[in-house]
């Protein structure tokens, strides 16, 4: 029998409409959004994995307003005013600026450490995509249908157990998007992650990141 | 003539930034981007009461221009090398003497740990290294307890280095940013002090002295709540030449050199959505000997609170109110020539400041600033605070109200 031991540490992911961009020298496949704060406010220059941290922006548009509104929480003209107080006070460049989505993808694909921002449909072939996780007291997401995972006859009947570790991505409608395994027997994996797939969980205003935890013990 | 020149040449500036959009703003050189960045401000102040900042402001005054430029460049992703340099004229003082505003190399070991290195801007409350950018700030004049313009060398850049960094102590508890500093500072001698100090016959050649100290400030866990604390030591030496008809008919040399010199700053500043409100809290406290076995010292302390507010793209307004007292103890023979002076109700020994202001961004380079003054007390002592005998011979009138208009343009 599989243990029905589920942890789940629920973050959300804000910005539906843009999608933060990495060049591939970025280790990390999410970042959370203070972190991402701190690297276009130029508090810090590496992230917590070691890679080189290099904001890119872009000059004007809807995109680039939402980007700051929502991660920065400052509009275009406090934010050039932000800048300029780092400049004239000998603390700070302002970072590398576009005007439209391919010249930042283009930058972001041969600068190391290069972080930016494009609309959600724009290509991004040579960069990572970055999830963006925000950590929050209220961002948990109620799991309404759950599926429980088959366990494998062969491993079970040789007491072979174990948890297996998995990130979703959750639509803003409650659909499982996407499941990365990050960690566990490969054939468990595959048991749990077809399993997680047909999960369903309450709607949100936007899309969220969890991580997921199934326990698979053969004598409960 | 040479004043003029400069005026009219940033008039012209002013007229062809409102015209054209300034796109370029970096180069390569030797394959390395460099930005270049400027700001020019161009100011005019009206004053009933008292002539106020070394201008004779109650004819009406235009004398309170500034501008600066620099440029730098990242070298790698953790060294950055800059300059700017920065020049002014506010009524008598600053003459139109270019000076470096800061310069040398700043070197991210890691978040947190940095060096910055040269000619440094100190850090020192909300506004100590960002005083004289009026591009960055609602208000023409920044509360002048705090941040007096006529006095804006003293302390606002060092010689030497600063360590640097933040820490992140979760998202429980906020984040802390710190700054300690050492170095050398040399105050202009066409600052308020020495123009204070050539009333009496003192004319300095230098005024300097190695000054250190630090700042912490803690990101609240509470979204846009910012609190500080921040002290600095100095210790002046200036040099000059003393002559005084009445005593000493030809110059002679001039030495003074503080015991004791220290600022105390706290402050808070609260940011949400378009409202900022920020307060501060200031104590300098110096003490000089002036004569054999006796010495002059002199405690200022002031305080303001300020509101801003963004109404739409274009226009701001704010208020704040600042409170400066002064107080100066004689000890020795010195309390003979300088009477001790401890009474702050006394308008000699008090500014209290209120202030309206509006901002208005023409575009995304040129600003419109009115801003209205109403103070009570005119703060005359050994470290002026606005108001000079020079401009004011027939004495001090007890109340002084001021209109500043300012434009300006950054890029």
Same mark, same amino acid.
């Given at each position: ?13 804000? $910005? ?20 991402? *704060? ?5 508090? *810090? ?15 004007? $548009? ?17 934010? *050039? ?10 603390? $700070? ?47 948990? *997401? ?41 960690? $566990? ?36 | ?411």
């Amino acid at each position: 029998m599989i243990a029905a031991a589920v942890l789940l540490t629920s973050l959300n992911v804000c $910005g539906s409409d843009i999608k933060i961009i990495a060049n591939g020298s970025v280790k990390m496949d999410s970042i959370s959004a203070h972190e991402l *704060r701190s690297v276009f406010l130029l508090q *810090r220059r590496t992230l917590t994995d070691g890679s080189s941290a290099v904001p890119v922006l872009k000059t004007s $548009g809807a995109d680039h307003e939402l980007f700051l509104k929502q991660y920065l929480d400052r509009s275009s003209d406090e934010m *050039r005013i932000y800048y300029q107080g780092l400049v004239f006070t000998g603390k $700070g460049s302002v970072p590398k600026q576009f005007n439209s989505d391919a010249e930042v993808v283009a930058y972001v694909a041969k600068t190391k450490g290069a972080i930016g921002y494009v609309s959600a449909d724009t290509p991004t072939a040579g960069v990572k995509i970055l999830v963006v996780a925000v950590a929050g007291s209220d961002s948990e *997401r109620i799991l309404i249908t759950r599926v429980e995972p088959a366990y494998p006859e062969t491993l079970k009947q040789r007491d072979i157990g174990g948890i297996v570790r998995l990130r979703v991505t959750i639509s803003a409608k409650g659909n499982v998007e996407r499941v990365e395994l990050l960690g $566990g027997n490969p054939i468990l994996a595959e048991a749990a992650e077809s399993a997680v797939k047909q999960w369903v969980y309450a709607s949100s205003h936007s899309q969220s990141v969890a991580e997921v935890s199934l326990r698979f013990e053969s004598h409960p | 003539m040479h004043r003029r020149s400069i005026q009219l040449t940033l008039a012209c500036l002013f007229v062809a930034i409102s015209q054209i959009s300034v796109l370029a703003q970096d180069f390569k050189l030797w394959n390395r981007t460099v930005q270049v960045h400027g700001f020019a401000s161009q100011g005019f102040v009206y004053s009933s009461g008292n002539n106020w900042l070394t201008m004779n402001s109650t004819s009406g005054s235009a004398g309170f221009t500034d501008f600066g430029i620099n440029m730098s460049s990242p070298l790698t992703d953790k060294l950055r090398v800059g300059a700017q340099l920065y020049d002014r004229n506010l009524g008598q003082l600053g003459q139109y003497h270019p000076s470096l505003d800061w310069g040398g190399v700043d070197y991210r070991f890691k978040n947190w740990l940095g060096i910055r290195a040269g000619k440094v801007k100190t850090t020192l409350g909300l506004y100590n290294d960002s005083q004289d950018l009026d591009c960055l700030h609602v208000f023409a004049l920044l509360p002048q307890g705090i941040y007096p313009v006529d006095l804006r060398d003293t302390g606002i850049a060092h010689t030497g280095a600063d360590l640097y960094g933040n820490i992140s102590l979760g998202r429980r508890f906020g984040e802390i940013s710190y700054t300690a500093f050492a170095g050398h500072h040399s105050d202009s001698i066409y600052s308020g002090f020495a123009y204070s100090s050539s009333q009496d016959g003192v004319m300095f050649r230098s005024i300097e002295g190695p000054q250190y100290g630090g700042d912490l400030r803690w990101n609240t866990p509470v979204k846009g709540l910012l609190i500080g604390a921040s002290r600095m030591n100095e210790k002046i030496t200036g040099k000059g030449s003393f002559m005084n008809p009445l005593f000493v008919p030809q110059p002679i040399p001039y030495r003074m050199s503080t015991e004791a010199y220290w600022r105390n700053q706290f402050y808070s500043q609260f940011k949400w959505r378009r409202l900022e409100l920020a307060a501060e809290y200031r104590r300098y406290f110096n003490r000089f000997p002036c004569l054999p076995g006796s010495d002059v010292s002199t405690d200022a302390r002031s305080w303001y609170v300020s509101g801003s507010y963004r109404i739409g793209k274009h226009l701001s307004v704010g208020s704040y109110y600042s409170h400066y007292t002064v107080t100066e103890v004689s000890g020795g023979i010195a309390a003979l020539f300088i009477p001790t002076q401890t009474d702050t109700s006394l308008p000699r020994n008090h500014v209290y400041d209120k202030v309206v202001a509006a901002r208005v961004d023409l575009n995304r380079y040129l600003y419109v600033k009115i801003e209205g003054h109403f103070m009570d007390g005119y703060g005359i002592g050994p470290f002026p605070n606005g108001f000079y005998p020079q401009q004011n011979p027939k004495g001090f009138a007890p109340n002084t109200n001021a209109l500043v208009v300012k434009t300006g343009f950054h890029f």
